[in-house]
C-alpha cells in the first residue's frame, strides 16, 4: 500500500529505537524523508533550527517531554502537524497534547499501516501542499518517480548517489553532516561508519558540476549543495 498524496519531511522524535527505526524506514520506503531524533532535547534544538513538514512525536522522552517540545512548537508558531505517539496509561497526557495542539494521537503498540493511515488522512485534512519536486538550478529531483534531471533531460544516478542528493537539496544551503548523511543513505543505527558517504558525494558532485551545481565541503561539519553562482 502505498502512501497517497505529496511526499514529506517527517521528523520521528521516540527513544524505543528500534520503533523509531521501524518507523523511519517505512516512511522512507514511501518515498518520505524521515529523520530521526532520540532525545527530547536535541529534537527540540532540530525542529526550532530546522523545522519539519510533519511530526511524529512520542510523549515519554529523555531531556525534555514530548508535550514540552509540542508547547514550544507551538509557542514559534510552527503549525506542522503533530502525531502523538502515547502508552494506554496516558490518557491524561493524551488530552493534553490535542489541547497543546496536538492534531492526532496514536496508542503503543500500534500497526504501521495505521500510522500511514493517520499521515494521509492529517495531509488531506492540513491540505498539504509540499511539491513533490525539489530543484536546485537546472537540476530537479521528482521524489515520486526518483528521476533526475537536467534541463528536463534525464540523469542516471545510482541509488545511493540518489539519496544523498535528496538528503542534500532538503537542506540546501546548509551544512549538512556526515553522520545525517550516513543515516539517511543507509538507515539510523546502520553499521556503517561516517567515511562510507564520502565516495559517494564525490561521485555526485562530478555528476553535478557540469550541470552548474555544486556540492562544497566545509571542512570538519560536511557538505552544502548550492548552485555555482551562488
Known amino acids: 500500500m502505498n502512501l497517497a498524496g505529496p511526499k514529506m519531511r517527517i521528523v520521528v522524535v ?10 523511519s524506514y517505512r516512511l522512507r520506503d514511501r518515498g518520505h524523508a ?23 512525536l512520542d510523549i515519554n522522552l529523555p531531556g525534555k517531554t514530548g508535550l514540552d517540545i509540542l508547547r514550544n512548537l507551538r509557542a ?32 503503543k503498540p500500534f500497526e504501521m499501516d495505521e500510522l500511514e493511515a493517520r499521515i494521509r488522512a492529517l495531509s488531506r485534512r492540513k491540505n498539504l501542499a509540499f511539491g513533490a519536486v525539489e530543484t536546485i538550478g537546472v537540476i530537479s529531483f521528482d521524489r515520486t518517480s526518483r528521476q ?3 534541463n528536463g533531460e534525464s540523469l542516471d544516478i545510482p541509488r545511493k548517489e540518489l539519496a544523498v542528493l535528496e538528503c542534500l537539496l ?36 562530478r555528476r553535478l558540476a557540469e550541470h552548474g551545481v555544486v556540492i562544497k565541503t566545509a571542512r570538519g561539519l560536511g557538505y552544502m549543495l548550492e548552485t555555482a553562482q551562488t
Open 14 to 23: 521516540e527513544d524505543n529505537e528500534t520503533l523509531a527505526k521501524a518507523i
Open 34 to 56: 524521515a529523520d530521526v531524533l532520540n532525545d527530547g532535547e536535541e529534537a527540540d534544538s532540530f525542529l526550532a533550527r530546522e523545522g519539519a513538514d510533519l511530526v511524529v
Open 76 to 107: 514559534r508558531g510552527d503549525n506542522a502537524p503533530v502525531i502523538l505517539l502515547t502508552a494506554r496509561s496516558e490518557t491524561s497526557d493524551r488530552v493534553a497534547g490535542l489541547d497543546l495542539g496536538a492534531d492526532d494521537y496514536l496508542v
Open 148 to 150: 533526475v534531471t537536467a
Open 170 to 205: 532538503e537542506r540546501r544551503g546548509r551544512i549538512v553532516s556526515k553522520p545525517v548523511l550516513t543515516d539517511h543513505v543507509y538507515g539510523v543505527g546502520a553499521a556503517v561508519d561516517d567515511t562510507a558517504v564520502e565516495p559517494l558525494v564525490s561521485r555526485l558532485r
